[in-house]
């Protein structure tokens, strides 16, 4: 007996003598800012403010000199999730479905996941709303914020918690700050992953007085390339919001350090496009949308201490697509697609072992215009050539002076563009998805449905918006829906209307299913959102406190077709405002 006790207390002493050799994998802190560009923080030599927390992850790790990611949104969060340029996974557009990342394609969450890790994601997302597109299904086991493109209001704002409906508390980055503060710590025994895609400095431009304050009259040092271009309102009030961007990277990094985890976590800093206006980006040609260099060249600093040499500045390109290989790689942790990827690690670039690095293109794209990226060269969409390092604001088509070069290039993107872009004439034709018993929650915004007669968008830009002018029995709005598990769902509509307007009826019919109910409250809302500009928006909506109406139990279907929701009986002028429908599978 005291044989085998003695055996199994040496067996014991070695699984625990090896669990304490075996260090403790690294987390992994990512803040990702919305429209803001590569010349908009004090690193990069902008003295118009003062982004000291960005300037010390650069100071205690790498800047990426030349670092590029695609002219807008969904498109670069789509290539830093998958590793792949993003039309290879049905990313072509910032709304109406086209932002959605096609459910094929794994995640850089879904690899941490698999490795053990706790991943969480707080912001906004923008690859997709319903369930599997959803963040949930996406990888990520904590998810806050909301998935659409844009908001129009910033401050008390309704957002989603794991798919049910929250108000945020202040200003949204402050809030979403919050909650990424408690996801490390209630994670910091674990590795964890923590993605915080920040909303700001995109429009509507909004923040809070105390980091206004010092921009409302200020004096600009330094000016847009073509300063006749510049609103001076604008560069101040997005001035503003990238200090406060900046102040909330200073309290995650500050969350670190209470939690003992700065040593062991890799922090990354970037953005996502080009800046949206015309201010100071070092003299680039090209703002958001463009893909030109100063549409695409963005910010991107990363610390891991005693691993990635602080005060390193790497001048090799890379992009939104290097980031799935290299931090799997600087984790150690396995990448579950077996899809080829696009990106390559740049760990021996990060930690300074490489003794060589190959020659390297990187394409980019937007609405069918391209660009392709060399160390040396880029050419644009017109197949001008030029040198980047002779000339680096792109004044000098050089093609006629490297006639080999160009030719090269051009056919590299040529074939890229083969390869990669949809055929003339595309359509995205894939349904919204209803109905996961494992996420039974699902969203469907105005954005995602189709108005039909005299019903009318609140604002060009879908990602906001609601739907009103809905005046006659014969307008409707439908959703292309595939349903995935036959069942009954709760519906629940978001809507305001006047108390002279009250008592229409509705109807929402599927596949010869129909359910009727009568719009009984009043909700005369104003629309706010204005009172909290610092300039003039842009193509935002404003908002409106939607009141909710349950609609009933409704039976749907297995497979797809169009959910429809119309008005029979319209007994004022107006039927409602409508932003959103819920429909729940009941279970």
Known sequence: MRTFFAALLVSALAVLSATAAEPKKPNVLIVLADDGGWGDYSFNGNTNLSTPNVDSVAAAGAILDRFFVCPVCSPTRAEFLTGRYHLRGGVHGVS??????????????????????????????HNGMQYPYHPRGRGFEEYYGFCSGHWGDYFDAPLEHNGVLVQSKGFLEDDLTDHAM???????????????????????????????????????????????????????????????????????????????LAENTIVIFFSDNGPQSWRWNGEMKG?????????????????????IPAGSRIPQIAGA????????????????????????????????????????????????????????YRLDTADALFDMVADPQQDHDVAKEHPEEAARLSKAMADLRKELLPPKGFKDDRAFTVGYPEFPITQLPARDGVPHGGIQRSARAPNCSYFTHWLSPEDSMTWDIDVATAGKYEAVIYYAVSAADVGSTLELSFEGNKLQGQVTQ?????????????????QESLVRDWKPMTLGEIELKK?????????????????????????????
């Open 96 to 125: 109406l479905g086209e932002e959605r990342l096609n459910l094929d394609e794994k995640t850089i969450a879904d690899s941490f996941k698999a490795a053990g890790y706790a991943t969480g994601a707080f912001g906004k997302w």
């Open 182 to 260: 408690a996801f490390m710590e209630q994670n910091k025994d674990r590795p964890f992953f923590c993605y915080v895609p920040f909303n700001t400095p995109h429009y509507p431009l909004q923040v809070p007085d105390r980091f206004f304050d010092k921009f409302a009259s200020f004096d600009l040092k330094m000016h847009a390339r073509d300063p006749k271009l510049e609103s001076v309102a604008v560069t101040r009030a997005i001035l503003a919001m990238t200090e406060n961007i900046d102040w909330n990277l200073g309290r995650l990094l500050a969350q670190l350090d209470k939690l003992h």
């Open 287 to 307: 703002k958001k949308a463009s893909t030109d260099e100063g549409g695409v060249r963005a910010p991107f600093v990363i610390r891991w201490p005693g691993h």
């Open 321 to 376: 697509i290097d980031l799935l290989p290299t931090l799997t790689d600087l984790a150690g942790v396995p990448v579950v697609s077996t899809k080829p990827l696009d990106g390559v690690s740049l760990k021996p670039l990060l930690l300074q072992t490489a003794k060589d690095w190959p020659e390297r293109m990187i394409f980019s794209e937007w609405v069918g215009k391209t660009s392709l990226r060399t160390q040396q």
């Open 522 to 538: 009043v909700n005369d809302a104003p629309l706010h959102g204005m009172e909290h500009d610092r300039a003039p928006r842009e």
């Open 559 to 587: 497979g797809r077709g169009l959910l429809t929701l119309r008005a029979p009986q319209i007994p004022g002028k107006s039927v409602m405002d409508f932003r959103l429908m819920f429909l729940t599978l009941k279970q």
